[in-house]
């Protein structure tokens, strides 16, 4: 993987296209090394050439890592104002884009412009077409829709929510029905007593449970 992300894209003899799927797998695996950041740059600096799916797939890849966010938003933006010609046969491109957006802290008129056919597709008909990455920022783009969209959110986004761990992890291990606290939640939820942050881990009334690792609400 370090091998290949070292490699500017114009020097490869597979294309920009197999670099954009590369740098998006390395993405899914969580690598985000140096030499996975300069190939995102560079392949962000011919982004507007790219195809509907592979804007999405080095959108996807920055935001997954946090990699060149201005650039990204670029891209997407550009994608936006597109109108997703062609995009119709691709809904997960779609779906890609706006948690794209959500994840970098885009504008949510773009959100919605990506949602806008999102909200016609059969949740039975979307599963299916998710590799097991998608998953996750699928939820939180579903739940994150159903909170903005109320019943305009579309069939999709229950069956995305569905589809995944929804039980809220208990405060002490062996709560009837309550999985016990990952080591992750137990040393962030320290850390935020010591700081006397007030913060509720998932719950049903805050966000569903499984959609974020590390899943807190912060009551107003």
């Known amino acids: 993987k370090e091998a290949l992300a070292g490699v500017h894209p114009a020097t490869l003899h597979v294309g920009a296209s197999s670099a954009v799927t590369a740098a998006f797998t390395c993405a899914t695996l969580g690598f985000d090394g140096k030499s996975m950041r300069e190939l995102l740059r560079a392949l962000l600096?011919?982004?507007?050439?790219?195809?509907?799916?592979?804007?999405?797939?080095?959108?996807?890849a920055c935001a997954e890592v946090r990699a060149h966010p201005r650039e990204a938003l670029a891209l997407i933006a550009h994608q936006a104002s597109s109108e997703g010609e062609g995009s119709c046969s691709d809904p997960v491109s779609w779906l890609r884009l706006?948690?794209?957006?959500?994840a970098l802290e885009g504008p949510e008129g773009e959100i919605q412009t990506f949602l806008k056919a999102a909200c016609q597709i059969q949740g039975?008909?979307?599963?299916?077409q998710l590799c097991p990455s998608d998953l996750r920022p699928?939820?939180?783009?579903?739940?994150h829709t159903q909170q903005n969209l109320g019943e305009a959110a579309g069939s999709w986004s229950s069956t995305a929510l569905a589809a995944g761990p929804?039980?809220?992890?208990?405060?002490?291990?062996g709560v009837?029905?309550?999985p016990p606290q990952t080591e992750a939640e137990?040393?962030?939820?320290s850390l935020l007593q010591?700081?006397?942050?007030p913060h509720v881990l998932a719950s049903p009334a805050a966000a569903p449970g499984g959609i974020y690792r590390v899943p807190v609400w912060f009551p107003e």
Do not use: D, I, N
């Not at 699928?138 to 739940?143: K, M, S």
């Open 194 to 197: 010591h700081l006397r942050v």
């Open 45 to 60: 600096q011919s982004g507007q050439e790219a195809s509907y799916e592979e804007a999405a797939k080095l959108c996807w």
């Open 124 to 128: 039975e008909q979307l599963l299916p």
């Open 186 to 189: 137990k040393t962030l939820s």
């Open 176 to 178: 009837p029905g309550l």
């Open 138 to 143: 699928v939820q939180q783009l579903a739940w």
């Open 166 to 173: 929804q039980a809220p992890r208990g405060a002490q291990s």
């Open 98 to 102: 706006a948690w794209s957006t959500l």
